[in-house]
C-alpha cells in the first residue's frame, strides 16, 4: 500500500428502525468516517490536528499492545508528548463501569478534547462510554445506569458526545464501527448495552500492518465472527439486493483473506482485504438485517467467557445444517445456502481448502463448507474445546430463546429443545 489515504464516510445509507434489536427511531446516528492507506500514527496525528482540531489527547489502549509493544509509544511521539494528557492501558474484558467512570475522571479533569483507542474489544466499548459519559457529567455508576438500555428511568435530556473518539481496531471484531456499546456492572456483574444518539466512533483508522502484531488465533476467529454476519445475512429470508450485495463482496474479500493470513501472517493485502470486509459485514447489522441461529446462540456463550469470534467458530456450521434439515418447507431456505455454497467454491484458495478437505460442490452442504474452513484456521469447533461442559446446555437453550434473533433465524428457534439439540451437535 502506498501513503495514499482512502477517507470516506464508512456507511452511505442511514441505519435501519432497529440496531440488533433495538429500536432506534428518533436516534441521530451519524456514520463515522474510515481511513487506510497511511501508518495509523500519521492518520491519527493528520485528523486530531485538522479534522478534530483537537490538542488534549487520553489513550485508551490495549494491555498487551501496551506490554509487549512499542505501538503506544510510536502513537504518543507522534501526536506530541504535550497533546497527550493521559493514557489507560488496557480495560478488563466486558467492560466494567468502574474502569469506564475511572477513566471519564481522568478526562474531564485533563479537559480532553478527543478519546483515541488503539486496540479493539473492551478497549472500544469502554471509550464509546467514556465519550457519552463525558456530555451527560455521569460519575456515579447509579448515574450511568440510568442511561442503560434495560432503564425505566432513561433521562429526558440525554446530550449527545461532543469529545470525537477515533478508533484504531487490531482485530475484526467490527465494534468500532458499531454505535451501541456494553458495560458491566460491578455490583451485580450484569452486562448491559447502551445506546443513544451520536454514540459511536467519529473515525475508524484501518492499519493493517499494526495488525500483524494482533494474535492469530484472535485475528482468525473475530474474522469468522464477520464471516459469520455475511453468512446469516444471506441467509436471511427477508434479506434485500443490497444486504446480499454486501454480504457477497464482504464474504468473496474475507475468506480468502483469512485462509492466507493463516498461511503467511506477514501477508499485507489479505489484511488490508479482510478489513475493508468487515466494514460490508457491519453494514447489514447496522442496516437492521435480521442475523438468526448462531447469533441468537452465540450471545448465551459470551457470559460463559466465549469470545464473540469463537461462539460463531462453534454455532455458524451447526445452525446452518439444522435450518436445511427442518427448512426443507421453504424452499428459499436451501436456495439462499446453496448462494454461499457457491460463492465460497468460485474462490479458488477457498476451493482448494475445501478439496483438502475431502470436500466436493455435488455433497458438501453450507456446514460442511464452513466446518472446513475453520478447521483450517486452526480454531475449536466444540463447547469441549472450551472446556464447557454438556450439563449448562439446558439453561443455554432456554436463555437463547429470549434473544432477539432466534425467532428470525430461517427456522424461527421458538423452542429450548430447538435449541438444545444444536448445542449438542457442537458439545464434543
Not at 123 to 147: F, W
Not at 191 to 201: D, I
Not at 208 to 213: A, H, Q, R, T, V
Not at 380 to 395: E, G, M
Request: aromatic fraction near 4%.
Amino acid at each position: 500500500m502506498d501513503a495514499t489515504e482512502t477517507y470516506k464516510p464508512a456507511f452511505d445509507e442511514p441505519p435501519g428502525t432497529n440496531l440488533a434489536g433495538i429500536p432506534i427511531t428518533g436516534l441521530v446516528l451519524p456514520s463515522p468516517y474510515m481511513s487506510y492507506g497511511r501508518p495509523y500514527h500519521e492518520s491519527c496525528v493528520k485528523h486530531v490536528r485538522e479534522t478534530f482540531k483537537a490538542s488534549r489527547v487520553y489513550i485508551v489502549v490495549s494491555g498487551s499492545l501496551a506490554r509487549n509493544t512499542d505501538k503506544l509509544e510510536t502513537l504518543i511521539d507522534a501526536l506530541g508528548k504535550e497533546t497527550v494528557v493521559g493514557v489507560r492501558k488496557g480495560i478488563t474484558p466486558h467492560t466494567p463501569w468502574s474502569e469506564i467512570l475511572s477513566i471519564t475522571a481522568e478526562c474531564r479533569a485533563a479537559k480532553v478534547d478527543c478519546v483515541v483507542t488503539l486496540g479493539a474489544g473492551s478497549t472500544t466499548d469502554g471509550a464509546k462510554l467514556v465519550v457519552l459519559c463525558l456530555a451527560n457529567d455521569i460519575s456515579e455508576p447509579s448515574q450511568l445506569a440510568r442511561y442503560s438500555v434495560e432503564s425505566t428511568d432513561i433521562p429526558t435530556d440525554v446530550k449527545q458526545p461532543t469529545v470525537p473518539l477515533i478508533t484504531i481496531p487490531t482485530s475484526l471484531s467490527g465494534g468500532e464501527y458499531f454505535s451501541l456499546a456494553g458495560g458491566t456492572d460491578d455490583a451485580t456483574n450484569h452486562k448491559q448495552g447502551f445506546l443513544h444518539s451520536g454514540m459511536g466512533s467519529k473515525l475508524v483508522i484501518l492499519d493493517p500492518e499494526l495488525s500483524i502484531l494482533t494474535p492469530a488465533y484472535h485475528w482468525l476467529s473475530t474474522g469468522i465472527r464477520s464471516v459469520d454476519h455475511c453468512v446469516e445475512a444471506l441467509c436471511c429470508l427477508t434479506a434485500t439486493e443490497a444486504s446480499d450485495d454486501r454480504a457477497e463482496r464482504g464474504l468473496r474479500l474475507l475468506v480468502p483473506s483469512l485462509l492466507k493470513s493463516k498461511t503467511d501472517p506477514s501477508d499485507v493485502t489479505a489484511r488490508h482485504r479482510s478489513q475493508l470486509a468487515v466494514n460490508l459485514a457491519m453494514f447489514n447489522v447496522r442496516a437492521g438485517i435480521p442475523m438468526g441461529g448462531s447469533h441468537a446462540i452465540g450471545h448465551q456463550l459470551g457470559p460463559l467467557g466465549v469470545p464473540h469470534g469463537i461462539t460463531s467458530c462453534i454455532m455458524c456450521p451447526a445452525v446452518m445444517k439444522y435450518n436445511i434439515r427442518y427448512g426443507s418447507d421453504i424452499p428459499e431456505i436451501a436456495a439462499r445456502q446453496k448462494k454461499v455454497r457457491d460463492i465460497l467454491w468460485s474462490e479458488p484458495d477457498v476451493a482448494k481448502a475445501l478439496e483438502a478437505a475431502g470436500l466436493s460442490p455435488d455433497s458438501a452442504d453450507l456446514g460442511d463448507l464452513l466446518d472446513a474452513i475453520i478447521r483450517a484456521l486452526d480454531l475449536p469447533r466444540t463447547l469441549a474445546a472450551l472446556d464447557i461442559s454438556p450439563d449448562v446446555i439446558p439453561a443455554l437453550s432456554k436463555r437463547a430463546l429470549d434473544d432477539f434473533w432466534a425467532p428470525t433465524n430461517p427456522v424461527p428457534l421458538l423452542k429450548a429443545e430447538q435449541v438444545q439439540e444444536i448445542l449438542e451437535v457442537v458439545a464434543q
